[in-house]
């Protein structure tokens, strides 16, 4: 494989270029792409940098200054119960962030394997593999999720959980699909006939080539999963109190609409914006990732 | 026709099955015997016995989810720990109002979300299509209950146009029923109005490089006409299809909606049994949403035959 590469370079060195170079390339001329991963990143930064953050304690109760909008001392305002929203949403930043990244690796993890062996090998491990992938995807996404956290116990952990099972079912749909379509391919069966063992194919023929829609949908499964974390914790079944989370701080503001209103906004503007971030980025790798754009 | 419907039905039955199995197992995830709740603080070993027994926990598993889903066939999906009423019967209680939200926010979602679709697909590149595309966008990455709370604190707390919650039946005033319901089904409606008009762009846009269209336009027929008569009819099929399985999104969309203006739906039964630990109450809706989407499935197929007189034929 190498050495075919390295031929190609002396002829066109257009086709030569390595492809993640031109995938970055498309990319970084993308720019609403390029938006939702500044978007992304400036969140990142944020839950990275929290602990460092010159910030009070989310947790920390301050009754001499229970609902007080925005102000020198509270940039954001305070809540019910006179904790600082500025500190509040940066910490919450990192429960989101994690809650959508786990629970997408959780579905990648599961999902793809499963995938590779239900496309390569076909027949009953297929039909046992998708049937239950249907059965799955009929639950709508947050149902499913809302009963599993249910019957999990509510915490942030099981909303990880639950999120990436229910997501799962995308991943091994996605890949079945990607796998079918390539083991037919020439350098597959090329594989195949020199007697290379399966696993071999599977993960350095076939793996590589699926991975690229694998990306796109991983990102945008990340938006979705970070909505369904703050809607399980939104219900009361994801992150639990103290801890802060976007989710249960639109869920105690829903409570104070009429005295403290500011206490609503930010939060919500926060998922909106991390994950209009994920869907551009996810919307802008799929055009850049895709071969018959070239 | 038929023998693919038949078959179509058919495949559908081991994916039923799978997932009765699914939610059977649901319930022996839960940590702890659920009986202990049940028999109260004294734990008398013979009340224990007692309610083993008639909830068949003696019996092994197998014969558990036979008996299970026997009753299950039958409309007996248990009763509700909490209300002591039959499950199916609550259910059958929330259903008429979440079908009006659903209802209505279909409507809602197909008047935005088609238009909206055809101009941006029609104007493919300009600053319209931009606009469309990324007012489209944001509509799908805003959490619908965050929009909710919003539109009370607009609408409701500031200049008091539209009750913020509640429901009134239709059957007892109409339009105030109308009315309570119209800012809820407008939130649900808005996130999927944005999928469906990503669906109708892309739909039409493969309609509208056909050579049919380039002909219709060719022989002089009005833009207007080309547009919906050559192009949307065709573009139509998918995206009823569409429309068809968004039912999953409006039944998890409507969770959130029925919380935030607590309006007493499918979705609010099943947050308060989560919360009141109302197990078969989550198993019961759980198992009808999930087999309500099957249907649905099958009928977004049988539309597909319908619209399409090629396959008809076939």
């Known amino acids: 494989m190498t050495d075919a590469t390295s031929t190609d370079a002396g002829i066109d060195p257009v086709l030569a270029a390595k492809p993640e170079?031109?995938?970055?390339?498309?990319?970084?001329?993308?720019?609403?792409?390029?938006?939702?991963?500044?978007?992304?990143?400036?969140?990142?930064?944020?839950?990275?940098?929290?602990?460092?953050?010159?910030?009070?304690?989310?947790?920390?109760?301050?009754?001499?200054?229970?609902?007080?909008?925005?102000?020198?001392?509270?940039?954001?305002?305070?809540?019910?119960?006179?904790?600082?929203?500025?500190?509040r949403m940066i910490w919450g930043a990192q429960a989101s962030l994690l809650a959508g990244v786990i629970s997408v690796a959780i579905a990648v993890l599961l999902g793809v394997p499963l995938g590779l062996v239900a496309g390569f090998f076909g027949g009953w491990t297929d039909a046992v593999i998708s049937r239950c992938t249907e059965a799955l995807l009929a639950a709508p996404f947050l149902i499913l999720a809302i009963a599993l956290a249910a019957f999990l116990g509510p915490s942030l952990t099981n909303a990880m959980i639950a999120i990436g099972i229910s997501a799962t079912p995308i991943f091994i749909r996605l890949t079945r699909g990607q796998v079918i379509n390539i083991k037919s391919e020439d350098y597959v069966e090329s594989a195949r006939a020199i007697g290379l063992p399966t696993p071999r194919i599977l993960s350095r023929y076939i793996l590589p080539n699926v991975l690229p829609p694998i990306l796109v949908q991983a990102t945008l499964t990340i938006a979705t999963a970070i909505i369904a974390e703050a809607a399980l914790s939104f219900l009361g079944l994801g992150q639990q109190p103290p801890a802060p989370s976007w989710g249960s701080m639109l869920n105690t503001a829903k409570n104070f609409l009429n005295q403290a209103p500011w206490m609503a906004l930010w939060p919500g503007i926060s998922i909106f914006l991390v994950v209009l971030g994920f869907n551009l980025l996810g919307d802008g790798l799929r055009d850049a990732l895709d071969p018959r754009e070239h | 026709m038929i023998p693919f419907l038949v078959r179509r039905v058919l495949i559908a039955v081991p994916t039923i099955i799978l997932i009765s199995i699914f939610v059977f197992a649901l319930q022996k995830?839960?940590?702890?015997?659920?009986?202990?709740?049940?028999?109260?603080?004294?734990?008398?070993?013979?009340?224990?016995?007692?309610?083993?027994?008639?909830?068949?926990?003696?019996?092994?598993?197998?014969?558990?989810?036979?008996?299970?889903?026997?009753?299950?066939?039958?409309?007996?999906?248990?009763?509700?720990?909490?209300?002591?009423?039959?499950?199916?019967?609550?259910?059958?209680?929330?259903?008429?109002?979440?079908?009006?939200?659903?209802?209505?926010?279909?409507?809602?979602?197909?008047?935005?979300?088609?238009?909206?679709?055809?101009?941006?697909?029609?104007?493919?590149?300009?600053?319209?299509?931009?606009?469309?595309?990324?007012?489209?966008?944001?509509?799908?990455?805003?959490?619908?209950?965050?929009?909710?709370?919003?539109?009370?604190?607009?609408?409701?707390?500031?200049?008091?146009?539209?009750?913020?919650?509640?429901?009134?039946?239709?059957?007892?005033?109409?339009?105030?029923?109308?009315?309570?319901?119209?800012?809820?089904?407008?939130?649900?409606?808005?996130?999927?109005?944005?999928?469906?008009?990503?669906?109708?762009?892309?739909?039409?846009?493969?309609?509208?490089?056909?050579d049919y269209v380039r002909t219709a336009r060719a022989k002089g027929l009005s833009e207007r006409t080309v547009i919906l008569k050559h192009s949307f009819r065709n573009a139509l099929t998918p995206i009823v299809t569409i429309t068809a399985l968004l039912f999953g999104e409006l039944i998890a969309g409507a969770v959130l909606t029925e919380q935030i203006f607590t309006i007493p739906?499918?979705?609010?039964?099943?947050?308060?049994?989560?919360?009141?630990?109302?197990?078969?109450?989550?198993?019961?809706?759980?198992?009808?949403?999930?087999?309500?989407?099957?249907f649905m499935n099958l009928i977004a197929d049988m539309m597909y035959f319908v619209l399409n007189p090629r396959l008809r034929e076939q």
């Open chain 1, 21 to 87: 170079n031109r995938v970055w390339k498309k990319l970084r001329a993308h720019r609403s792409a390029m938006l939702g991963g500044a978007l992304v990143v400036f969140f990142l930064l944020v839950a990275l940098a929290a602990p460092l953050l010159p910030i009070p304690d989310p947790a920390a109760t301050d009754w001499g200054a229970v609902r007080k909008p925005p102000s020198a001392a509270h940039w954001l305002g305070t809540d019910e119960i006179g904790r600082d929203i500025l500190s």
């Open chain 2, 29 to 210: 995830l839960l940590p702890g015997d659920p009986l202990l709740v049940l028999a109260g603080e004294e734990r008398d070993p013979e009340v224990l016995e007692f309610l083993r027994e008639k909830y068949r926990l003696n019996d092994p598993i197998p014969v558990q989810y036979l008996a299970w889903v026997g009753n299950a066939l039958q409309g007996d999906l248990g009763i509700s720990l909490r209300s002591n009423q039959p499950v199916t019967e609550l259910m059958a209680e929330k259903l008429p109002v979440t079908i009006q939200l659903a209802v209505m926010s279909i409507l809602f979602a197909l008047m935005i979300g088609i238009p909206a679709g055809i101009l941006s697909a029609v104007k493919k590149g300009t600053i319209t299509d931009y606009v469309a595309n990324i007012v489209a966008l944001s509509g799908l990455s805003i959490p619908n209950f965050w929009l909710g709370i919003m539109l009370i604190l607009l609408v409701s707390v500031k200049w008091q146009l539209l009750p913020a919650s509640g429901y009134v039946p239709l059957s007892e005033d109409f339009w105030q029923s109308i009315r309570t319901m119209l800012m809820p089904a407008f939130v649900l409606g808005t996130g999927l109005a944005a999928t469906l008009m990503r669906h109708t762009r892309s739909s039409m846009l493969g309609v509208l490089s056909a």
């Open chain 2, 265 to 294: 739906g499918f979705g609010k039964l099943v947050v308060d049994a989560v919360f009141n630990r109302d197990y078969a109450v989550v198993q019961g809706i759980v198992l009808v949403t999930a087999v309500g989407f099957i």
